[in-house]
Protein backbone atom coordinates (compact mmCIF):
# COMPACT_ATOMS: atom_id res chain seq x y z
CA UNK A 1 0.00 0.00 0.00
CA UNK A 2 1.34 3.49 -0.81
CA UNK A 3 1.31 6.01 1.74
CA UNK A 4 -0.94 8.38 0.12
CA UNK A 5 -3.52 5.77 0.17
CA UNK A 6 -6.01 4.85 3.01
CA UNK A 7 -8.23 1.08 3.40
CA UNK A 8 -11.03 1.09 5.18
CA UNK A 9 -9.84 -0.19 8.36
CA UNK A 10 -7.34 3.34 8.73
CA UNK A 11 -10.84 5.29 7.63
CA UNK A 12 -12.03 3.68 10.50
CA UNK A 13 -9.06 4.11 13.16
CA UNK A 14 -7.97 7.53 12.41
CA UNK A 15 -9.25 11.60 12.93
CA UNK A 16 -11.33 12.89 10.11
CA UNK A 17 -8.45 15.31 9.23
CA UNK A 18 -6.18 12.47 8.81
CA UNK A 19 -8.31 11.06 5.98
CA UNK A 20 -9.87 13.73 4.56
CA UNK A 21 -7.99 15.90 1.61
CA UNK A 22 -8.50 19.04 3.01
CA UNK A 23 -4.81 19.86 2.50
CA UNK A 24 -5.31 20.43 -0.90
CA UNK A 25 -2.80 18.90 -2.03
CA UNK A 26 -5.34 17.19 -4.71
CA UNK A 27 -5.23 20.88 -6.72
CA UNK A 28 -3.15 21.77 -9.37
CA UNK A 29 -1.32 24.46 -7.94
CA UNK A 30 0.38 21.35 -5.44
CA UNK A 31 0.26 18.95 -8.66
CA UNK A 32 2.89 22.00 -10.03
CA UNK A 33 5.03 21.62 -7.50
CA UNK A 34 5.01 17.74 -7.72
CA UNK A 35 6.12 18.05 -11.42
CA UNK A 36 8.83 19.85 -10.57
CA UNK A 37 9.90 17.34 -7.74
CA UNK A 38 10.14 15.33 -9.85
CA UNK A 39 12.26 16.78 -13.07
CA UNK A 40 13.86 19.97 -11.51
CA UNK A 41 15.72 21.91 -13.87
CA UNK A 42 19.50 22.50 -13.59
CA UNK A 43 21.06 24.41 -16.25
CA UNK A 44 23.92 21.55 -16.75
CA UNK A 45 22.10 18.37 -14.81
CA UNK A 46 18.68 18.40 -15.98
CA UNK A 47 18.75 21.37 -18.51
CA UNK A 48 15.45 20.10 -20.36
CA UNK A 49 13.68 20.07 -16.68
CA UNK A 50 10.43 21.57 -15.44
CA UNK A 51 11.43 25.55 -14.26
CA UNK A 52 9.71 26.17 -10.80
CA UNK A 53 7.53 29.51 -11.38
CA UNK A 54 5.29 28.49 -8.47
CA UNK A 55 7.15 29.22 -5.79
CA UNK A 56 6.68 32.92 -4.56
CA UNK A 57 10.40 33.13 -3.46
CA UNK A 58 12.71 36.25 -2.86
CA UNK A 59 15.74 35.20 -3.93
CA UNK A 60 16.95 38.76 -5.18
CA UNK A 61 18.72 40.16 -2.14
CA UNK A 62 20.99 37.29 -0.33
CA UNK A 63 23.80 38.21 -0.93
CA UNK A 64 23.09 41.33 1.72
CA UNK A 65 22.27 39.24 4.32
CA UNK A 66 25.13 37.03 3.76
CA UNK A 67 27.72 39.90 3.70
CA UNK A 68 25.77 41.04 6.72
CA UNK A 69 26.03 37.90 8.61
CA UNK A 70 30.10 37.63 7.41
CA UNK A 71 30.56 40.72 8.99
CA UNK A 72 29.12 40.23 12.19
CA UNK A 73 30.03 36.62 13.25
CA UNK A 74 28.92 37.63 17.25
CA UNK A 75 25.23 37.01 16.09
CA UNK A 76 25.15 33.68 15.55
CA UNK A 77 25.55 31.40 18.88
CA UNK A 78 27.17 28.40 16.47
CA UNK A 79 30.66 30.76 16.08
CA UNK A 80 33.69 31.43 18.07
CA UNK A 81 32.67 35.03 18.73
CA UNK A 82 28.69 34.32 19.61
CA UNK A 83 29.74 31.10 21.62
CA UNK A 84 29.50 32.80 24.98
CA UNK A 85 25.91 33.18 24.45
CA UNK A 86 24.87 29.24 23.22
CA UNK A 87 23.80 28.71 26.70
CA UNK A 88 21.64 30.96 27.83
CA UNK A 89 20.00 31.09 23.99
CA UNK A 90 20.01 27.10 23.57
CA UNK A 91 18.26 27.04 26.76
CA UNK A 92 14.48 27.49 27.68
CA UNK A 93 12.35 29.95 26.14
CA UNK A 94 9.34 30.79 26.81
CA UNK A 95 6.42 31.42 23.81
CA UNK A 96 6.81 35.14 24.36
CA UNK A 97 9.80 35.37 22.23
CA UNK A 98 13.13 37.19 23.18
CA UNK A 99 12.62 40.77 23.92
CA UNK A 100 15.09 42.37 21.67
CA UNK A 101 13.80 40.11 19.04
CA UNK A 102 10.04 41.59 19.24
CA UNK A 103 11.35 45.30 19.29
CA UNK A 104 13.64 44.73 16.36
CA UNK A 105 10.79 43.02 14.61
CA UNK A 106 8.17 45.71 15.45
CA UNK A 107 10.86 48.42 14.56
CA UNK A 108 11.28 46.72 11.28
CA UNK A 109 7.53 46.58 10.57
CA UNK A 110 7.48 50.30 11.11
CA UNK A 111 10.26 50.79 8.96
CA UNK A 112 9.15 48.53 6.07
CA UNK A 113 5.87 51.12 6.21
CA UNK A 114 7.92 54.04 5.64
CA UNK A 115 7.60 55.43 9.55
CA UNK A 116 4.19 56.20 9.13
CA UNK A 117 2.84 54.16 11.50
CA UNK A 118 4.54 52.40 14.75
CA UNK A 119 4.17 48.89 16.41
CA UNK A 120 4.14 48.21 20.00
CA UNK A 121 6.96 44.95 20.71
CA UNK A 122 4.25 43.73 23.35
CA UNK A 123 1.19 43.15 20.48
CA UNK A 124 3.92 40.72 18.38
CA UNK A 125 3.25 37.01 18.62
CA UNK A 126 5.26 34.58 16.80
CA UNK A 127 3.97 31.87 15.15
CA UNK A 128 5.50 28.84 12.92
CA UNK A 129 5.92 30.91 9.50
CA UNK A 130 2.98 32.71 8.27
CA UNK A 131 1.23 30.08 7.84
CA UNK A 132 0.99 28.96 11.27
CA UNK A 133 0.16 32.41 12.26
CA UNK A 134 -2.48 32.63 9.77
CA UNK A 135 -3.89 29.55 11.29
CA UNK A 136 -3.70 30.58 14.70
CA UNK A 137 -5.69 33.48 13.92
CA UNK A 138 -8.70 31.58 13.08
CA UNK A 139 -8.41 29.55 15.91
CA UNK A 140 -8.50 32.71 17.79
CA UNK A 141 -11.62 33.78 16.09
CA UNK A 142 -13.29 31.01 14.72
CA UNK A 143 -15.37 27.78 15.68
CA UNK A 144 -15.53 25.17 13.12
CA UNK A 145 -18.41 26.09 10.63
CA UNK A 146 -17.65 29.63 11.29
CA UNK A 147 -17.24 31.68 7.85
CA UNK A 148 -14.94 33.98 6.63
CA UNK A 149 -15.04 36.17 3.46
CA UNK A 150 -11.94 36.58 0.82
CA UNK A 151 -11.76 38.38 -1.96
CA UNK A 152 -10.77 36.57 -5.13
CA UNK A 153 -8.55 35.81 -6.62
CA UNK A 154 -7.17 34.73 -3.52
CA UNK A 155 -3.63 32.54 -2.44
CA UNK A 156 -3.91 29.07 -3.43
CA UNK A 157 -3.09 27.19 -0.40
CA UNK A 158 -5.37 29.64 1.97
CA UNK A 159 -7.85 26.72 1.26
CA UNK A 160 -5.17 24.31 4.15
CA UNK A 161 -3.78 27.09 6.01
CA UNK A 162 -7.27 28.68 7.08
CA UNK A 163 -9.61 26.08 7.10
CA UNK A 164 -7.87 22.29 6.91
CA UNK A 165 -7.37 21.94 10.81
CA UNK A 166 -9.78 25.04 12.06
CA UNK A 167 -12.59 23.65 10.44
CA UNK A 168 -13.51 27.49 9.22
CA UNK A 169 -15.27 28.10 6.09
CA UNK A 170 -14.28 30.70 2.96
CA UNK A 171 -16.59 32.45 1.30
CA UNK A 172 -15.63 34.26 -2.19
CA UNK A 173 -15.90 37.65 -2.65
CA UNK A 174 -15.69 37.74 -6.36
CA UNK A 175 -13.86 40.22 -8.44
CA UNK A 176 -13.25 40.31 -12.13
CA UNK A 177 -10.65 41.83 -14.45
CA UNK A 178 -13.38 44.67 -15.48
CA UNK A 179 -11.83 46.91 -12.93
CA UNK A 180 -8.64 45.23 -12.49
CA UNK A 181 -9.80 42.68 -9.75
CA UNK A 182 -10.32 45.43 -7.28
CA UNK A 183 -12.65 44.49 -3.71
CA UNK A 184 -15.52 46.78 -4.08
CA UNK A 185 -18.42 47.22 -1.10
CA UNK A 186 -20.72 45.83 -3.16
CA UNK A 187 -19.07 42.51 -3.92
CA UNK A 188 -18.39 42.48 0.04
CA UNK A 189 -22.38 42.61 0.91
CA UNK A 190 -22.96 39.79 -2.27
CA UNK A 191 -20.96 37.39 -0.51
CA UNK A 192 -21.83 38.37 3.51
CA UNK A 193 -25.67 37.71 1.85
CA UNK A 194 -24.93 34.51 0.48
CA UNK A 195 -22.97 33.37 3.38
CA UNK A 196 -26.40 34.08 5.91
CA UNK A 197 -28.31 32.03 3.22
CA UNK A 198 -26.12 29.15 3.77
CA UNK A 199 -27.44 29.63 7.67
CA UNK A 200 -23.21 30.04 7.95
CA UNK A 201 -21.51 32.41 10.67
CA UNK A 202 -19.52 35.36 8.91
CA UNK A 203 -16.33 36.42 11.65
CA UNK A 204 -14.35 38.37 9.53
CA UNK A 205 -13.25 39.56 6.15
CA UNK A 206 -9.43 38.28 5.18
CA UNK A 207 -7.68 40.20 2.63
CA UNK A 208 -3.50 39.86 1.76
CA UNK A 209 -2.39 43.70 0.58
CA UNK A 210 -0.56 43.41 -1.32
CA UNK A 211 -2.43 40.66 -3.35
CA UNK A 212 -1.22 37.32 -3.70
CA UNK A 213 -1.83 36.63 -7.22
CA UNK A 214 -2.15 40.17 -8.22
CA UNK A 215 0.71 41.84 -7.66
CA UNK A 216 -1.09 44.96 -6.52
CA UNK A 217 -2.05 46.96 -3.67
CA UNK A 218 -4.98 48.47 -1.80
CA UNK A 219 -5.43 51.99 -1.93
CA UNK A 220 -6.81 53.93 0.62
CA UNK A 221 -10.50 54.39 0.13
CA UNK A 222 -10.66 50.48 -0.23
CA UNK A 223 -8.75 49.81 3.12
CA UNK A 224 -11.40 52.52 4.68
CA UNK A 225 -14.31 50.76 3.19
CA UNK A 226 -13.08 47.23 4.64
CA UNK A 227 -12.76 48.98 8.21
CA UNK A 228 -16.10 50.29 7.86
CA UNK A 229 -18.09 47.32 6.51
CA UNK A 230 -16.23 45.10 9.82
CA UNK A 231 -17.49 47.78 11.80
CA UNK A 232 -20.83 47.63 10.17
CA UNK A 233 -21.75 43.82 10.99
CA UNK A 234 -19.07 43.70 13.88
CA UNK A 235 -16.56 41.08 12.46
CA UNK A 236 -13.14 40.69 12.38
CA UNK A 237 -10.86 41.83 9.87
CA UNK A 238 -7.62 39.98 8.78
CA UNK A 239 -4.97 41.66 7.01
CA UNK A 240 -2.24 39.35 5.32
CA UNK A 241 0.78 41.94 4.89
CA UNK A 242 3.69 39.67 4.10
CA UNK A 243 4.65 41.25 0.60
CA UNK A 244 4.59 45.04 2.00
CA UNK A 245 8.58 45.32 1.20
CA UNK A 246 7.96 44.38 -2.06
CA UNK A 247 6.31 47.19 -3.34
CA UNK A 248 8.64 48.34 -6.16
CA UNK A 249 6.71 51.54 -7.85
CA UNK A 250 3.93 53.70 -7.24
CA UNK A 251 1.07 53.65 -5.44
CA UNK A 252 3.22 52.73 -2.00
CA UNK A 253 1.95 50.55 0.13
CA UNK A 254 -0.94 51.56 2.59
CA UNK A 255 -0.96 49.27 6.01
CA UNK A 256 -4.28 48.86 7.71
CA UNK A 257 -2.44 50.31 10.58
CA UNK A 258 -2.31 53.88 9.47
CA UNK A 259 -5.94 53.11 8.19
CA UNK A 260 -6.85 52.17 11.91
CA UNK A 261 -4.83 54.91 13.28
CA UNK A 262 -6.42 57.77 11.04
CA UNK A 263 -9.89 56.56 11.40
CA UNK A 264 -12.43 57.54 14.01
CA UNK A 265 -15.03 55.73 15.77
CA UNK A 266 -12.93 52.51 14.58
CA UNK A 267 -13.25 49.30 16.62
CA UNK A 268 -9.85 48.31 16.64
CA UNK A 269 -9.81 45.21 18.73
CA UNK A 270 -11.57 43.73 15.31
CA UNK A 271 -8.40 44.49 12.96
CA UNK A 272 -5.73 41.97 13.02
CA UNK A 273 -2.28 41.78 10.41
CA UNK A 274 -0.36 38.82 9.64
CA UNK A 275 3.29 39.56 8.12
CA UNK A 276 6.71 37.64 8.28
CA UNK A 277 10.30 37.27 6.91
CA UNK A 278 9.50 35.04 4.50
CA UNK A 279 9.23 37.13 1.31
CA UNK A 280 10.29 40.66 2.57
CA UNK A 281 13.88 39.02 3.40
CA UNK A 282 13.47 35.93 1.83
CA UNK A 283 14.24 33.77 4.78
CA UNK A 284 11.20 31.37 4.43
CA UNK A 285 12.98 28.35 5.93
CA UNK A 286 13.27 30.51 9.25
CA UNK A 287 9.97 29.69 9.58
CA UNK A 288 9.32 33.37 11.04
CA UNK A 289 5.56 34.57 11.22
CA UNK A 290 4.18 37.54 13.25
CA UNK A 291 0.68 38.09 14.50
CA UNK A 292 -0.08 42.16 15.42
CA UNK A 293 -3.45 42.34 17.08
CA UNK A 294 -5.07 45.36 18.43
CA UNK A 295 -7.52 42.65 20.53
CA UNK A 296 -5.86 41.99 23.83
CA UNK A 297 -7.49 38.81 24.49
CA UNK A 298 -6.25 37.11 20.87
CA UNK A 299 -2.84 38.72 21.56
CA UNK A 300 -2.91 36.93 25.16
CA UNK A 301 -4.54 33.50 23.55
CA UNK A 302 -2.56 33.40 20.25
CA UNK A 303 0.44 33.92 22.68
CA UNK A 304 -0.33 31.09 24.47
CA UNK A 305 -1.51 29.01 20.87
CA UNK A 306 2.32 30.17 19.87
CA UNK A 307 3.96 27.20 22.25
CA UNK A 308 2.37 24.79 19.37
CA UNK A 309 4.87 26.86 16.70
CA UNK A 310 7.42 28.71 17.31
CA UNK A 311 9.98 30.37 16.19
CA UNK A 312 13.83 29.31 17.16
CA UNK A 313 15.33 31.32 20.20
CA UNK A 314 18.49 30.74 17.74
CA UNK A 315 16.53 32.54 15.22
CA UNK A 316 15.67 34.96 16.93
CA UNK A 317 18.62 35.87 18.51
CA UNK A 318 20.07 35.81 15.04
CA UNK A 319 17.30 38.56 13.61
CA UNK A 320 17.06 40.99 16.56
CA UNK A 321 20.76 41.75 15.72
CA UNK A 322 20.12 41.97 12.17
CA UNK A 323 17.00 43.78 12.20
CA UNK A 324 18.56 46.20 15.22
CA UNK A 325 21.13 47.18 12.52
CA UNK A 326 19.13 50.57 11.10
CA UNK A 327 21.95 51.27 8.64
CA UNK A 328 21.80 48.09 7.45
CA UNK A 329 17.67 47.70 7.21
CA UNK A 330 17.62 50.50 5.26
CA UNK A 331 19.83 49.71 2.61
CA UNK A 332 18.59 45.93 2.34
CA UNK A 333 14.16 47.45 2.18
CA UNK A 334 15.54 49.98 -0.65
CA UNK A 335 18.20 48.08 -2.83
CA UNK A 336 15.55 45.00 -2.22
CA UNK A 337 12.54 47.01 -3.45
CA UNK A 338 14.64 47.85 -6.34
CA UNK A 339 16.00 44.42 -7.73
CA UNK A 340 12.42 43.21 -7.55
CA UNK A 341 11.33 45.96 -10.05
CA UNK A 342 13.91 45.38 -11.69
CA UNK A 343 13.59 42.19 -12.59
CA UNK A 344 9.63 42.42 -12.51
CA UNK A 345 10.09 45.16 -15.30
CA UNK A 346 12.41 43.13 -17.42
CA UNK A 347 10.28 40.45 -16.92
CA UNK A 348 7.15 41.61 -18.55
CA UNK A 349 9.13 43.58 -21.16
CA UNK A 350 9.65 40.67 -22.91
CA UNK A 351 6.47 39.04 -22.07
CA UNK A 352 4.66 42.31 -23.73
CA UNK A 353 7.07 41.77 -26.54
CA UNK A 354 5.56 38.33 -27.19
CA UNK A 355 2.16 39.76 -26.97
CA UNK A 356 1.65 38.48 -23.33
CA UNK A 357 0.16 41.06 -20.67
CA UNK A 358 -0.18 40.99 -17.59
CA UNK A 359 -2.28 42.80 -14.87
CA UNK A 360 -0.46 45.68 -13.97
CA UNK A 361 0.96 45.49 -11.02
CA UNK A 362 3.56 46.88 -8.57
CA UNK A 363 4.48 44.57 -5.99
CA UNK A 364 4.94 41.16 -5.19
CA UNK A 365 7.50 38.67 -6.75
CA UNK A 366 4.82 37.34 -9.38
CA UNK A 367 2.68 38.53 -12.54
CA UNK A 368 -1.01 37.59 -13.05
CA UNK A 369 -0.47 36.74 -16.73
CA UNK A 370 -3.49 37.05 -19.05
CA UNK A 371 -3.27 34.00 -21.36
CA UNK A 372 -7.10 34.21 -22.12
CA UNK A 373 -6.88 34.16 -26.04
CA UNK A 374 -5.03 31.40 -25.97
CA UNK A 375 -7.84 29.48 -24.07
CA UNK A 376 -9.79 27.19 -27.37
CA UNK A 377 -12.58 28.49 -25.47
CA UNK A 378 -13.34 30.23 -22.66
CA UNK A 379 -13.59 27.88 -19.84
CA UNK A 380 -11.96 26.39 -16.75
CA UNK A 381 -11.36 22.97 -18.47
CA UNK A 382 -9.76 24.62 -21.32
CA UNK A 383 -7.41 26.47 -18.64
CA UNK A 384 -7.01 23.22 -17.58
CA UNK A 385 -5.56 21.81 -20.81
CA UNK A 386 -3.66 24.51 -21.51
CA UNK A 387 -1.77 24.52 -18.58
CA UNK A 388 -1.13 20.71 -18.83
CA UNK A 389 0.70 21.56 -21.76
CA UNK A 390 2.92 24.26 -19.94
CA UNK A 391 3.93 21.89 -17.50
CA UNK A 392 4.43 18.58 -19.61
CA UNK A 393 5.76 20.28 -22.67
CA UNK A 394 6.88 23.73 -22.50
CA UNK A 395 7.80 22.48 -18.71
CA UNK A 396 7.24 25.47 -16.67
CA UNK A 397 5.06 25.08 -13.11
CA UNK A 398 2.91 28.26 -13.72
CA UNK A 399 -0.21 28.32 -11.40
CA UNK A 400 -3.61 28.22 -13.19
CA UNK A 401 -5.74 31.22 -12.25
CA UNK A 402 -8.64 28.22 -10.77
CA UNK A 403 -5.98 27.44 -8.39
CA UNK A 404 -7.05 30.89 -6.73
CA UNK A 405 -10.83 30.90 -7.43
CA UNK A 406 -10.66 33.68 -9.94
CA UNK A 407 -13.83 33.60 -11.77
CA UNK A 408 -12.53 34.32 -15.46
CA UNK A 409 -10.70 31.82 -17.11
CA UNK A 410 -6.98 32.11 -18.69
CA UNK A 411 -5.31 33.79 -15.80
CA UNK A 412 -1.83 32.30 -14.49
CA UNK A 413 0.55 33.68 -11.61
CA UNK A 414 4.19 33.04 -12.63
CA UNK A 415 6.91 33.73 -9.86
CA UNK A 416 10.10 35.43 -11.11
CA UNK A 417 12.27 36.40 -8.44
CA UNK A 418 13.13 32.77 -7.33
CA UNK A 419 15.71 32.26 -9.91
CA UNK A 420 18.69 33.70 -11.14
CA UNK A 421 18.99 35.69 -14.78
CA UNK A 422 20.54 32.54 -16.53
CA UNK A 423 17.34 31.03 -15.54
CA UNK A 424 15.08 33.81 -16.49
CA UNK A 425 16.74 33.70 -19.87
CA UNK A 426 15.88 29.99 -20.42
CA UNK A 427 12.03 30.28 -18.85
CA UNK A 428 11.70 33.05 -21.61
CA UNK A 429 13.13 31.30 -24.25
CA UNK A 430 10.60 28.66 -23.83
CA UNK A 431 7.74 31.15 -23.57
CA UNK A 432 8.53 32.35 -27.17
CA UNK A 433 9.45 28.97 -28.35
CA UNK A 434 5.76 27.76 -26.99
CA UNK A 435 3.84 31.31 -28.61
CA UNK A 436 5.88 30.77 -31.45
CA UNK A 437 4.85 27.08 -32.10
CA UNK A 438 1.04 28.52 -32.36
CA UNK A 439 1.31 31.03 -34.65
CA UNK A 440 2.68 28.57 -37.03
CA UNK A 441 -0.55 26.28 -36.73
CA UNK A 442 -2.92 29.63 -36.81
CA UNK A 443 -0.55 30.06 -40.65
CA UNK A 444 -2.01 26.93 -41.40
CA UNK A 445 -5.60 27.59 -40.39
CA UNK A 446 -8.29 29.60 -42.19
CA UNK A 447 -7.65 33.00 -41.72
CA UNK A 448 -9.58 34.86 -39.09
CA UNK A 449 -11.43 38.34 -39.54
CA UNK A 450 -8.88 41.06 -40.14
CA UNK A 451 -9.36 42.93 -36.99
CA UNK A 452 -8.62 39.81 -35.03
CA UNK A 453 -5.43 38.89 -37.08
CA UNK A 454 -4.04 42.35 -36.37
CA UNK A 455 -4.78 41.75 -33.12
CA UNK A 456 -3.09 38.65 -32.84
CA UNK A 457 -0.26 39.60 -34.98
CA UNK A 458 1.72 41.13 -31.70
CA UNK A 459 2.41 36.99 -30.30
CA UNK A 460 4.31 36.98 -34.08
CA UNK A 461 6.86 39.82 -32.89
CA UNK A 462 10.57 38.68 -32.40
CA UNK A 463 12.80 40.16 -29.92
CA UNK A 464 16.04 40.11 -28.13
CA UNK A 465 17.64 40.27 -25.10
CA UNK A 466 20.97 39.92 -23.56
CA UNK A 467 22.55 40.09 -26.70
CA UNK A 468 20.60 36.95 -27.92
CA UNK A 469 17.80 36.50 -30.63
CA UNK A 470 15.00 34.29 -30.33
CA UNK A 471 15.16 32.62 -33.79
CA UNK A 472 14.11 29.15 -34.96
CA UNK A 473 17.15 26.93 -33.93
CA UNK A 474 18.38 28.98 -31.13
CA UNK A 475 15.86 28.85 -28.38
CA UNK A 476 17.82 28.18 -25.49
CA UNK A 477 17.44 24.60 -24.01
CA UNK A 478 13.37 24.76 -24.71
CA UNK A 479 11.14 21.97 -25.62
CA UNK A 480 10.83 22.62 -29.61
CA UNK A 481 7.85 20.64 -30.82
CA UNK A 482 4.09 20.36 -29.53
CA UNK A 483 1.99 17.85 -29.04
CA UNK A 484 0.30 17.74 -32.31
CA UNK A 485 -3.12 17.43 -30.66
CA UNK A 486 -2.57 20.66 -28.30
CA UNK A 487 -5.58 22.22 -27.70
CA UNK A 488 -4.39 25.47 -28.12
CA UNK A 489 -6.21 27.38 -30.77
CA UNK A 490 -7.46 31.28 -30.32
CA UNK A 491 -10.12 32.12 -29.01
CA UNK A 492 -12.29 34.74 -31.29
CA UNK A 493 -13.85 36.68 -28.39
CA UNK A 494 -10.44 38.80 -27.07
Not at 108 to 113: D, E, I, S, W
Not at 126 to 139: L, N
Not at 148 to 172: C, E, G, H, M, N
Not at 412 to 437: G, K, P, Q, W, Y
Request: aromatic share 10%; proline share 4%.
Amino acid sequence: MGFHQIDERNQALLSKIAIDDGHGENSAYFDGWKAYDNNPFHPENNPLGVIQMGLAENQLSFGMIVDWIRKHPEASICTPEGLEKFKSIANFQDYHGLQEFRKAMASFMGKVRGGRVKFDPSRIVMGGGATGASETVIFCLADPGDAFLVPSPYYAAFDRDLKWRTRAQIIPVHCNSSNNFQVTEAALEIAYKKAQEANMKVKGVIITNPSNPLGTTYDRDTLKTLVTFVNQHDIHLICDEIYSATVFKAPTFTSIAEIVEQMEHCKKELIHILYSLSKDMGLPGFRVGIIYSYNDVVVRRARQMSSFGLVSSQTQHLLAAMLSDEDFVDKFLAENSKRVGERHARFTKELDKMGITCLNSNAGVFVWMDLRRLLKDQTFKAEMELWRVIINEVKLNVSPGSSFHVTEPGWFRVCFANMDDNTVDVALNRIHSFVENIDKKEDNTVAMPSKTRHRDNKLRLSFSFSGRRYDKGNVLNSPHTMSPHSPLVRARTY
